[in-house]
């Protein structure tokens, strides 16, 4: 009932910044708990931002203080602004929502966008 649709991706230089987008159909996305995954082949998905209802944030030591999520409940669209990327961000990412509370874990992540490409070379 959730469809989710990312866009912003794309290949940079190491140091550079990219936006990406979802935008969220079929609910409201202040209703849920959203975040970005990245997955890289080969490794583990990581979730790189996470937003809950209430607009906290929560971000793992490899993207903190390079990273910002943030939620636009006008449009129903959320965002990643990436900074100061590095050749280790480089993955597909996708935007992913679960009614109400954050999950433990990413897997848990209920809805799923397609992914979009971040590419950052050196």
């Known amino acids: 009932q959730v469809q989710l649709v990312e866009s912003g991706g794309g290949s940079v230089q190491s140091g550079g910044s990219l936006r990406l987008s ?10 849920y708990c959203m975040g970005w995954i990245r997955q890289t082949p ?12 209430a607009g906290g944030t ?9 990273f ?14 990436m900074d100061n990327l590095k050749d280790e961000d480089t993955a597909m990412y996708f935007c ?5 509370y954050c999950p433990g874990s990413v897997q ?6 397609q992914g979009t490409q971040v590419t950052v070379s050196s």
């Open 68 to 81: 910002t999520i943030s939620r636009d409940n006008a449009k129903n669209t959320l965002y990643l602004q």
């Open 108 to 113: 848990d992540f209920v809805y799923w966008g």
């Open 42 to 53: 080969g490794k583990e998905r990581e979730g790189v931002a996470f937003i809950d209802r």
């Open 96 to 100: 992913a929502a679960k009614f109400y």
């Open 22 to 31: 979802c935008a969220a159909s079929g609910s409201t996305a202040s209703n």
């Open 58 to 66: 929560r971000y793992p030591d490899s993207v903190k203080g390079r």
